[in-house]
């Protein structure tokens, strides 16, 4: 035996050598650091140790064991820094040391030693490692947890860990470093290893998320790693949501969890859950799982208790700070080592053996050129592993993949394409392998470009677009004009894979090219995909325009060419085509034409100069003027024996005038000839008191005269001698002119100052036909008179004569005036030629016209004869709905007083929408391909083929850039007939049709066809958005905390979300886009964008706007601004909003969601970083977990894409889309408002009126006789009916009702023929479902009996058939009749209409229908809808306490209450006792309503509000003060009468209603009473509704109500008032009329007392009232009084004040609308025991006795909207489709 200080010197001796050797080179190279041992096993010893800072190429590892051992020395890499020792044994001493290795060089050594067990007398870990020198420096990384005194969980077990951390904001980075401190020393202390115990992590805040699975990593260090590398989330408190999360993610075979293992959770958190945490931790618990909770600082006790397993004392640590949270893990790891052993020794036990065997079933899918996945059925038993071999049939070594036994398939991947490979795959077990499950698998060739697109094409570019391709190294372009030129250069371009848009350019106008595209491989190719478009044709000029024509000039203008236009080119040419000039300009876009002839016609065109060439002509024509006669020839300075002629020049190029003149009864004739300059003349030598008419033609340059104007004078007579003192003159007016000419009449005015002429004679005569004279007398002081009725175009003489006050004639004075003629419009012409439709435009005449008439008709093919008239300031005509292709003969004929023109005509011919270049190619025995010449324009092309033998067709519709098209499946040596129909927008064209023959049968193989798929839409739709039909909102928050980088970000998701939609425009989905802040702004809206490519552009182009956060009004923006008609909402369709927001709103925001909810608007919430979780709640629509969506930041967000749109497509899709039902959303449709049986529609549909429903506040609608109210079923259905569905309908029948029968709905296709429906028989009292089954046949089911009889008592009845596969159920009045069966029905066709109450006896669907009411019609797409509703509608069946408040529900101050009790004693005790109980509880409410007061007041005395302010609306409390803010509001009720200005605007709507009330529609409501009588004939339940029609009275004054109620949904302050005002002023006044009704109220649901009374009003109510009554609602002002306050925005006030003016008019009907039995009735019910009510009120002991009980209860009753607010009150409201 060896002394210790030997074998002490025989292990250093060595090491001192060691160190002498390396001292040279000790300061160069870099040493390594902190040495470490760990014991693994009993034989096992890892050593590992810190590379160094610094160079070096590897390790040199020394060591030696004492006693006995020898020294080894191993050269390690320098990647690695671990070393095991495999014959490690406990009882020796190791020495270690460890050099790092450069070149030749060592640096000093790292040394250590381990030693045995027992060795040590302090009693240290056996892992801890003795440093021997300092030369390896001091120690690093003092923050990593060394294990020392640590407890390990030793056991055999082993687990399935997975840790829940609190990554919440209250927690902190600093704190968080000390949480991973803790999470490393937890698991420091487990066996970690893919097959002993794994550890997985998930962190939490608002949203969870996966740090790693349990199967992530195979060592401890690997975790512990992680540990350290573990980041910090951030966020809000959501623990629930957490332990749901780790439940189905974490505790998954797919994720790693082991079936047979223990299970173990362990949460650590630091405060309260803002979430409910007991559901999902008792799911948890229930699983199996072992749950411990560890609290830190403000972490809640009571609610760590709630999670974690019990005993509590075991599972349950919470400590006061984080860093002492090391504390604990001694204790937490022991007890978690104690529960894995207990689990698995109870699993164990409960294990039974199971069988082994090979996996089954083999399949392989998703196959591609590099990887095919190969999938099998589990094999028996515990299963370990799958090992999968493959290898290629031909040669190749095998391979192998390996995956966990809980998988069942693998994807092998780096596979060679068009490659078979064999497959085998083997279970293997503990202890055993299974027989090989064999298969085989071909891989597909490279993958290839599957999609083409060829775009924003121009006269020389266009722009290619393919899908990307994965894997590939880039693309290749190749593209070549389509000709016969063999010349042709094909160009090519290669691009890197990143790019799949190229624009190919220096392209011919007007040429079609080729384009192909492979996918590149390296050097290898892909199979190309081609595709063909045409470039443009140089654009030209369009809108030529004319004005400023003369007789020599004219201004020519129009609308230049967008882009690279050099100049125009302009010829103009003579219509004798003699004379050709032209100009050439720059970019100008207007010129003047100069010389010209007059009243010629000159066509005109204009070509585009490009640097390619020139453009096609814009041409057009116009005709110059004829040359203009001198202007205003006029005489003065008149003598006996001369006068003065003068004139106005009309042109600038006259060089003579010719001036002639004569006696005017007949004479000489003198001429003279003035220079062109001159413009007066003096004639002289004329004889005295003689009428002389002068005449002046103009002569100008080109020798061309004008029309000759004449002027008639007479010159003065000689002084004659009257009296031997007196002389007098005799006077004749001067400058007597002939003005204002028209085709009836002149207008003659003259001057003459003489005080003695008394009157003037103005005789005038034609001068041809029926010369008759006819005078008129004017006074002396009129100088003027208009002489009519005159014949057009007819020259007149007119004379003017002075009579003086002796009776005496002056000197007369003539001249001649033509009347104007019936002068043609001028210069017609054509523009504006499309497909269907052309423009006539026309130059007005001369002559003023009352109008124009345009008459045209085809002129080859038989067509329609079609005529218009338009007015005088009209001369331009758009023909619509013309024949494609087809010329027409227009005619235009101007209109006068007295008669027509001649009419103008021109011939006119529309475009042909059709192809050209039809032709045949690749003609096979089986299949023929045709091709054709695309029209630019065109959407789609409906090809198809038929044979001329035996008929058989085949039709493909294909997009408008297609261009070929091959059909398969034909018969040989059979003659084909192709036509191809071209579509644009709406618009088909005519046939084109070509006529080929298959060849015979085939001797050698058909060669490969060209790719004919048009390219779908980039990028693709996913395939749950295929059928999305719906108007489709996105509401974006752009407010100061989204920030430039998170916004980009929010617009790529919108543009990824967006690019899963199928079809975008009107036949599909379409989206609107509007972003937030103080206000909201539309970016686009519904109707901007008919296709996906043009919307993903828009998307791209939203810009951020910044601000603060008013979500509230921005969604009341949304719903009037962008849900609207004119902005392109349709009805039907389904309405979707995303709102996505980062923050609380500094407004409401649940007033306007509550209302876009109700109005049934789908809505999906999504926050993220900052946003309420509460107020996502509130805006969203029901459930909550299909429509709120929450994520911690925008990075996260493309975690729910998939999931958002896959809600949202489903929301939208066509076939059954979401509606709202009972507070929750549905598929379903909503026939009432698809019918338009809704109050803001149904006064646009004939026959049919409002009246109120089974209670008052719920509204129903006659259908008169002969309504026949009905919509085409494309629009209802588009889609065709379900397999299973549930028809609901709330219905009356009516004492006009007839006796045959009617269908209460069917559809009809377009041969009106039935192809399924409901009939009711009211002669045999019986129920029909028809529809026709699978196979065409039609088939029929009747119920009949008692309970179908109730239907035709009168009153009303809730009625659900419920259609299956299998059988028809009727169920009534929520009480099942009867079940028959039938066979499954096929679809229907869309073609035809739906209809409401049409007549069995008819046979069109123009012909009679029978009347009843309607309240409630939808279509349910589930089967199990008639076993849930309530039946809440029904007076006799509604439950307050199961059913929701009804729809305008209201609350009454606690001494209106009191009133209503003394009455309610005559209804029964019994049931009423019970409800008066929930008047107590009432009666605790209205403190609910001082709470509102405050902001806080919702989480008030309202336990309900209180809950949802409490989970996440801490800071609500500051809200609250914004409340009060808003109560300031009531200063802005004195604004009010100011803002009366701004009520101007209106006060139109206002004034429509007015007129409504009065309207004789109103009174037609009388004629309804008559319909009483026949409630008595009826006797019983119609009896009753006899009362009733005097409601129906009332029903009128209702609308006014509409306009207050609008004023109500302003603010909860005008809520209360209107309560206050209304409830106590009925309550008093109509006390008894509610105590007549309430006794009425049948206990069973046989009858109703609103049997008769409604009819009569309603006829009222549907006329023109209906419609203005939208406008009255703003008229119940007072009320919206209050709601201006809350309405800070001045047009709020403005409804109130409206709604004053209403109120007299709700105060003197109100008692008649009260008197409607309909709506009391259901009040009453609750009414009757308000009467116990009242003795109630005042003490104790009316409680204790029974009336007491109900007396409670009534005070609620007199509350309930129906005395409130009831239809028969006179106040509308918009419910939306609550009914």
Known sequence: MLSARQITWSLWTPLVLLLLISHLAQGQVPPPRRLRFKVLSPTKLLISWKEPKGDFDSYLFLYNSTPGGQQREIIISKSDTKVLITDYSPLKDYTVSVLSVSGGEQSRPLQGRHRAEGGESDGEDKTQAERLTESAGPPEDDNEISGVGQFVCH???????????????????LNFRLVRMFLENLVDAFDVGINKTRIGLAQYSGDPRIEWHLNAFSTKDAVIDAVKNLPYKGGNTLTGLALTYILENCFKPESGSRLGVPKIGILVTDGKSQDDVIPPAESLRNAGIELFAIGVKNADENELLSIASEPDNTHVYNVADFNIMSSIVEGLTKTVCEQVEQQENDIKQNHLPEKTGAPLELVTSEVTARSFRVSWSHAPGNVEQYRVLYYPASEGEPQEAVVDGSETSAVLQHLHSLTEYQLAVFAVYANEASEALRGSEITLGLPAVTTLQLLDVTHSTMKARWNSVEGVSGYMLLYAPLTDDGDVVEKEVKVPDTVTELELDGLTPRTEYTVTVYAMYGEEASDPMTNQKSTLPLSPPTNLQFSDITHNSAHISWAPVPRGVKGYRIVWIKRDGLVREEVELGPDNSYDLSELTSL??????????????????????????????????????VGTDSFQVSWDHSANDIVLYRLSWAPFTGGDTKEVVLSGIDNRYTLTGLSPSTEYEAMLTAVFRDESESDTVSVIESTLAETTTIATTTTATRQAVRNLLLHDETTQSMEASWELQDPHVESYRVSYAGLRGNRREESVLVPGVQMRAVLQPLLPDTQYKVTVTPVYTDGQDGISVSALGFTLPLLSPRNLRVSEEWYDRFRVTWDPPESPTVGYKIVYQPINVPGPFSETTVGDDVNSMLLLSLLSGTEYSVQVTASYPTGQSEPLLVNAKTLFLGVSGMSTYQVRPNSLCVQWQPLLRATLYRVSIQSTLNGQRQEVSLGGGASRQCF?????????QISIHTQLQQMEGPSVSITDMTLPAPTQAPTELPTTEPPPTIPPAKEVCREAKADLAFLVDGSWSIGDDNFMKITRFLYSTMGSLDLIGPDGT?????????????????????????????????????????????????????????????????????????GRSQDDVNKVSKEMQMDGYIIFAIGFADADYGELVNIASKPSDRHVFFVDDLDAVKKIEEQLITFVCEAATATCPSVLMSGNTMAGFHMMEKFGLVEKEYSTIAGVSLEPGSFNSFACYRLHRDALVSQPTKYLHPEGLPSDYTISMMLRLLPETPEEPFALWEILNKDDEPLVGLILDNSAKTLTFFNHDYKGHFQTVTFEGTEIKKIFHGSFHKLHVTISKTSVKVVLDCSAVGEKSVRAAGNITTDGVEILGRMIHSRGRRDHSAPFQLQMFDIICSTSWASRDKCCELPALRVEEQCPSMPHACTCSQESKGPPGPSGPPGGPGIRGARGDRGESGVTGPQGPVGEIGPSGPSGPPGPQGPSGLSIQGPPGAAGGKGERGEIGPAGQMGLPGSSGSSGRDGPPGARGLPGNSGPQGRQGPPGPVGAPGAPGAHGPVGSAGTQGDQGLPGPSGTKGDKGERGDVQSQAAVRAIARQVCEQLIQSHLSRYNSILNQIPVQSATSVRTVPGPPGEPGRRGSPGPQGEPGPAGRPGFPGASGQNGRPGERGLLGEKGERGSPGIGSQGPRGQSGPPGLPGEGRTGSQGPPGRPGNPGTPGRSGNPGAPGAAGPPGYCDQNSCLGYNVGVQQDYGNDY
Do not use: C
């Not at 921005?1114 to 719903?1119: D, L, P």
């Open 600 to 637: 010629m016609e000159y066509s005109v065109a204009i070509f585009a100069l490009y640097k390619e060439g020139q453009s096609e002509a814009l041409t057009d024509r116009f005709i110059t003027t004829p040359v203009p006669g001198p202007l205003d020839l006029r005489s003065s300075n």
């Open 968 to 976: 398969y499946d034909l018969t040989p040596s059979s003659q084909y």
């Open 155 to 173: 056991t055999e077990a082993i687990a399935d860990i997975v840790i829940l951390v609190d990554g919440s904001w209250s927690i902190g980075r």
């Open 1070 to 1142: 379409q989206v609107a886009i509007a972003q937030f802040s103080d206000d909201a702004r539309t970016e686009f809206q519904l109707s901007s964008h008919g296709n996906k490519e043009a919307l993903l552009e828009a998307i791209q182009r939203i810009r951020y706007k910044g601000g603060n956060t008013k979500t509230g009004r921005a969604i009341k923006h949304v719903k009037e601004s962008i849900f609207t008609p004119e902005a392109g909402a349709r009805r039907g369709v389904p309405k979707v909003l995303v709102v996505l927001t980062d």
